[in-house]
């Protein structure tokens, strides 16, 4: 992190000692080992909180002379670590679906039939069968998979199976024919229908802007619309319940989601994570207007609901063979990746997107995707002049090494989910060849080039667990594990560093580091008790490593032991 403004308060703050205190907490932490995350102050043993903020930050004995007896309620940490809430800077969080067949790891393909047909045995003919997470390069044959795989078990029902990464769709026939999609259909701009090489008939996977074609042809499951409600409801719950569990206080949605859901689960009592939400970035003034509104509505002072950044996507994946490079993929020549719009369509919205001051977040995989992102981010600058607007590139998977000190040097910010490493790094070199790999997933070059990293999930394409994505920065491994040193282990940085992105780092892309982030005096309490020191823990321990507390803004939200 470099360096942030201190403002005076913080100034009076540490003047006087964090433990001039004498106010009484209603909430502390004692006998902690506690990973502070600020530079000035970076480990303690115990945490005094008073409503939703920190009052005091310091050693047992002395933060135990603000417990009053009978009101403050004391936990115990007993040796334990005690973070910073993880703030998951990219997250597509939204209801579960208590129906979706999950895919995730799955390495036999014909899996994926069994579940699709015990799903259809639970639904009347023509209900929609929802699944996905599969990543056929994790199947023993690492082939695309085919129609053909669930045609036979789904005669009667529309099936539609996303890609771990959402950029492909496997649909069986009932969907194609639905679509009107057959040998004859040609590609649409930026996207697939994959077709067989002999017959020519669409084999199943749709990418990118051809999944806009489909149509299910599902009929309405049978379900009152209280019963619809109910649902959606418990959708909420459930997954704000795993966000609990897995020390996720606050989350950044790109693209959209429902705003009223979140006042009223926040009515209601049941808002348990910090959330800000986007909308699509779009050239269009009325609409970047009504973003302003949205803007003042949910404002950035805001600390629970709030607008968010504006999002674009510049091109595809590499797992699907659609980012945009500069040059051919390694494996398949024919083909440098799908650009989503031209640049000139892009830049112009970047123009009138900044100059209201508006913050943009664009996905780009590809390098020459990373590139005209830059390009354009720099143009804004140039034209509407430079201010402290902290545009975010998603992703940032794929950089050419002349572009890595521009994120630094234009204060763009890299929003990088870590897990995303391990997962494509069995088919990356494969795909882009070894010396463009060497600028994939580059976190330590951009770190140490002076660029903020802010770090997610990209949740539900990767799991949600912060576990997950500190193990893949430390290690670039394989979440089973595997000898060695890691992939591309120059780009490894240190436990320290991977939390406090996941922390300080993703509050600073969302303009909150004065406030969250940290542990310290003045700052929101949102901090997470684990149950190992992830600092001196072997790399194996690390993805088991569980959440023991969750306490967002003074409240304790989730304990493991229920107390
Ligand atoms: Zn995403």
Redesign the pocket.
């Given at each position: 992190m470099k360096k942030i403004i201190i403002s005076l308060s913080t100034i009076i703050m540490i003047v006087s000692g964090a433990y001039a205190q004498t106010e009484k907490a209603d909430l502390v932490i004692i006998n902690g080992k506690v990973l502070t995350i600020d530079k000035d102050n970076p480990s303690a043993e115990a945490i005094a909180i008073k409503g939703e903020k920190v009052i005091a930050v310091g050693k047992t004995s002395e933060i135990s002379a603000l417990i009053e007896k009978g009101s403050t309620k004391v936990i115990d940490a007993g040796g334990r670590m005690v973070l910073p809430g993880f703030n998951d800077a990219?997250?597509?969080f939204g209801p579960l679906d208590p129906d979706f067949i999950e895919l995730r790891y799955t390495t036999d393909p014909s899996v994926i039939a069994q579940k699709v047909k015990a799903q259809v045995a639970k639904s009347r003919p023509g209900e929609i069968i929802n699944g996905g997470h599969w990543e056929h390069e994790m199947f023993i044959d690492k082939k695309w998979p085919t129609k053909e795989l669930i045609d036979s078990v789904s005669p009667n029902n529309p099936v539609i199976l996303s890609r771990a990464d959402?950029h492909s769709l496997l649909v069986n026939s009932y969907v194609l024919n639905a679509s009107g999609i057959t040998k004859n259909t040609p590609d649409p701009f930026g996207g697939v229908i994959q077709k067989d090489p002999v017959t020519g008939e669409p084999t199943g996977i749709i990418k990118e802007n051809a999944e806009g074609m489909i149509k299910s042809g599902a009929v309405r499951p049978n379900r009152t619309a209280e019963e619809v409600r109910v649902r959606l409801w418990q959708g909420y719950l459930l997954a704000l319940k795993e966000a609990r569990e897995y020390g996720v206080t606050s989350i950044q949605v790109?693209?959209s989601a429902d705003f009223n859901a979140y006042e009223k689960l926040q009515k209601e009592g049941e808002l348990t994570i910090r959330i800000d939400i986007g909308e699509p970035l779009t050239g269009d003034l009325k609409k970047l207007n009504k973003y302003l509104e949205l803007g003042k509505k949910y404002p950035g002072e805001g600390n629970w609901i709030r607008f968010g950044y504006l999002?674009a996507f510049i091109d595809g994946t590499i797992g699907s063979g659609t980012a945009l490079m500069f040059q051919p993929f390694t494996d398949n020549p024919s083909t440098s990746g799908l650009a989503m719009m031209p640049y000139e369509v892009f830049e112009d919205m970047v123009l009138k997107a900044d100059k209201l001051g508006l913050q943009i977040g664009t996905?780009a995989i590809g390098d020459k995707g990373n590139n005209w992102v830059l390009n354009a981010y720099e143009t804004a600058q140039k034209v509407n002049g430079k201010r402290d607007s902290r545009h975010r590139i998603?992703?940032a998977q794929t950089l050419q090494a002349s572009d890595i000190p521009r994120f630094a040097s234009l204060g763009v910010i890299p929003s990088m989910?870590p897990t995303h490493c391990i997962s494509d790094k069995k088919f990356c070199d494969k795909r882009i060849g070894t010396e463009r790999a060497k600028g994939a997933y580059a976190w330590k070059s951009l770190a140490d080039a002076g660029a903020i990293l802010a770090f997610g999930t990209?949740y539900q394409?990767e799991p949600l667990n912060p576990m997950e994505g500190l193990y893949a920065s430390v290690t670039r491994k394989d979440r089973l594990g595997e000898m060695g040193e890691g992939w591309h282990p120059e780009q490894k940085i240190k436990m320290e560093d991977a939390i406090e992105y996941y922390t300080l780092g993703s509050a600073y892309s969302q303009f909150m580091e004065n406030r969250k982030g940290m542990i310290k005096p003045g700052f929101l309490a949102d901090i997470v008790i684990v149950d190992k020191n992830l600092l001196t823990i072997p790399e194996t321990e690390i993805m088991k490593t569980k959440v023991d507390y969750t306490i967002v803004g003074g409240k304790v939200v989730y304990s493991s032991s229920g107390k």
């Open positions: 990219h997250v597509h959402g790109p693209g999002k996905h998603e992703h989910q990209d394409v």
